[in-house]
């Protein structure tokens, strides 16, 4: 794969052509998932211009701590970010991933979203490293419950164990799941290329997946608007653009 990766570099192939080319030489691709790859579904980023970071202070409205203290103001703003995920739908973004995977070039995709869209999608091999929006969790017995089993008109819903519901989503001051991250990490450790997809790369400990991907010896595809901290450090190929853009040219490129 080096010596290919040489090869395409010293020519005068185009970017995309370039990372078409590592996608289909390689032997395990496995791709990263970050907010900017649902902005074109309707969800807006955390971070960034108009992110919600920028509305909601992450440490009043997204901290653990915040949530148990004053449940139902958490859950106002619970109830509005749900609204907007369930007009959502897959883009060509996740669409192109999805059929990626059905033609074997990706194994797995690792995603920071909880917004489901992976699996809308048709994608099959999907490991939600933040959890997924479309559960609520107990916190005192650990009941599972889907969305639409909640009664949205109660200001904060319960367990039928009187227990506090949360959205079954990481928040600032939890770890994350012991499934996910040990799925994740055997992904990373097994793969021989990795797409980054419209992350930020700034969110610990998903963050440090492309690093300990890089250190394992895989190439690095990064797909953003913007350059990261892995751009210049980590990065074989940038392809600048949107998700839908860069992976509906991906895909044709790929055949």
Same mark, same amino acid.
């Given at each position: 794969?080096?010596?290919?990766?040489?090869?395409?570099?010293?020519?005068e +192939?185009?970017?995309t052509?370039q990372?078409?080319?590592?996608?289909?030489?390689?032997?395990?691709?496995? +791709?990263?998932?970050?907010?900017?790859?649902?902005?074109?579904?309707?969800i807006?980023?955390?971070?960034?211009?108009?992110?919600?970071?920028?509305?909601?202070?992450?440490?009043?409205?997204?901290?653990?701590?915040?949530?148990i203290?004053?449940?139902?103001?958490?859950?106002?703003?619970?109830?509005?970010?749900?609204?907007?995920m369930q007009? !959502?739908?897959?883009?060509?973004?996740?669409?192109? &991933?999805?059929e990626?995977?059905?033609?074997?070039?990706?194994?797995?995709?690792i995603?920071?979203?909880?917004?489901?869209?992976?699996? !809308?999608?048709?994608?099959?091999?999907?490991?939600?490293?933040?959890?997924? !929006?479309?559960?609520?969790?107990?916190?005192d017995?650990?009941?599972?419950?889907?969305?639409?089993?909640?009664?949205?008109s109660?200001?904060?819903p319960?367990?039928?164990c009187?227990? &506090?519901?949360?959205?079954?989503?990481?928040?600032?001051?939890?770890?994350?799941?012991?499934?996910?991250?040990?799925?994740?990490?055997?992904?990373?450790?097994a793969?021989?290329?990795?797409?980054?997809?419209?992350?930020? +790369?700034e969110?610990?400990p998903?963050?440090?997946?492309?690093?300990?991907?890089?250190?394992s010896?895989?190439k690095?595809?990064?797909?953003? &608007?913007?350059?990261?901290?892995?751009?210049?450090?980590?990065?074989?190929?940038?392809?600048?653009?949107? !998700?839908?853009?860069?992976?509906?040219?991906?895909?044709?490129e790929?055949?």
């Amino acid at each position: 794969m080096d010596e290919l990766k040489e090869a395409l570099l010293s020519s005068e +192939a185009r970017p995309t052509e370039q990372a078409a080319q590592l996608i289909k030489s390689s032997n395990y691709c496995i +791709a990263l998932t970050g907010a900017g790859i649902s902005v074109e579904s309707g969800i807006p980023t955390f971070r960034g211009y108009q992110g919600l970071w920028q509305k909601y202070d992450p440490l009043e409205y997204a901290h653990i701590k915040s949530f148990i203290k004053n449940p139902e103001k958490i859950w106002k703003v619970m109830y509005e970010l749900d609204e907007i995920m369930q007009k !959502a739908r897959p883009n060509p973004a996740h669409f192109a &991933l999805s059929e990626l995977e059905g033609k074997g070039y990706i194994k797995a995709i690792i995603t920071q979203n909880v917004d489901n869209l992976h699996q !809308a999608a048709g994608s099959r091999s999907v490991i939600e490293f933040h959890g997924n !929006a479309k559960r609520l969790i107990c916190l005192d017995c650990g009941k599972i419950y889907q969305r639409e089993e909640i009664d949205r008109s109660v200001l904060v819903p319960r367990c039928k164990c009187n227990g &506090l519901l949360k959205p079954d989503v990481v928040f600032f001051g939890e770890s994350i799941p012991e499934e996910a991250l040990n799925s994740a990490n055997q992904e990373v450790n097994a793969c021989d290329l990795m797409l980054t997809i419209g992350t930020s +790369a700034e969110v610990v400990p998903a963050n440090i997946l492309p690093w300990e991907a890089k250190r394992s010896g895989a190439k690095i595809i990064e797909v953003n &608007l913007e350059r990261t901290n892995l751009t210049d450090e980590i990065t074989d190929i940038f392809l600048k653009g949107s !998700a839908s853009q860069i992976l509906t040219i991906l895909l044709k490129e790929i055949g």
